[in-house]
T-cell receptor, first 114, second 112 residues
Framework: DTAVSQTPKYLVTQMGNDKSIKCEQN?????MYWYKQDSKKFLKIMFS???????INETVPNRFSPKSPDKAHLNLHINSLELGDSAVYFC?????????????FGPGTRLTVL | GENVEQHPSTLSVQEGDSAVIKCTYS??????FPWYKQELGKGPQLIID?????GEKKDQRIAVTLNKTAKHFSLHITETQPEDSAVYFC???????????FGPGTRLSVLP
């Protein structure tokens, strides 16, 4: 009955590879997010997405792309992986609207690029 | 855009003592200020929040105060326990979740 789930939990890969991280939420929320957390624990928003609008943090390289097959899923695709992409990636969701600001986070995916 | 600063970056307290974490924000349009707790190996989880029409909010051992004029807000934890040890993040955003930014985090250690 996990609210926000991510797979895989750990991902180890070589530089230059393409990989995906999947995210699913069963809360019926309208908005989903992807965050990158570096080794210093800084949480940086990468994308926010609902069925109307994709907002991209302008600092995110275009090698990263979110794909949403439906409202409950927002997957993260990463092309041509680089060493600096190593981090923990969190998916989150929120209901949106005035009283729906709380974000529910997934358990994270630790990506290691060798 | 919004900029959120958070201090201290690390904080150690003895069990039973109080802990205070402070945040400042830059965008006067921000109206919603949540606090998240991240335990080791887990995602952040909301513990308390406050909106700009309220100066203080309390939930058991946790309280948040907001000074909108000075653009700062604080998290207060009383009677700390070892399970309070975690990384705490403040955030600022508009009422509808727009323009949200997290602070850089505070690692709290509660020593038994």
């Amino acid at each position: 009955d996990t609210a926000v789930s991510q797979t895989p939990k750990y991902l180890v890969t070589q530089m230059g590879n393409d990989k995906s991280i999947k995210c699913e939420q069963n809360l019926g929320h309208d908005t989903m997010y992807w965050y990158k957390q570096d080794s210093k624990k800084f949480l940086k928003i990468m994308f926010s997405y609902n069925n109307k609008e994709l907002i991209i943090n302008e600092t995110v390289p275009n090698r990263f792309s979110p794909k949403s097959p439906d409202k409950a899923h927002l997957n993260l695709h990463i092309n041509s992986l680089e060493l600096g992409d190593s981090a923990v990636y969190f998916c989150a969701s929120s209901q949106g609207g005035y009283r729906g600001n709380e974000q529910f986070f997934g358990p994270g995916t630790r990506l290691t690029v060798l | 855009g919004e900029n959120v600063e958070q201090h201290p970056s690390t904080l150690s307290v003895q069990e039973g003592d109080s802990a205070v974490i402070k945040c400042t924000y830059s965008d006067s349009a921000s109206n919603y200020f949540p606090w998240y707790k991240q335990e080791l190996g887990k995602g952040p989880q909301l513990i308390i929040d406050i909106r700009s029409n309220v100066g203080e909010k309390k939930d058991q051992r946790i309280a948040v105060t907001l000074n909108k004029t000075a653009k700062h807000f604080s998290l207060h934890i009383t009677e700390t326990q070892p399970e309070d040890s975690a990384v705490y993040f403040c955030a600022a955003m508009g009422n509808y979740g727009q323009n949200f930014v997290f602070g850089p985090g505070t690692r709290l250690s509660v020593l038994p």
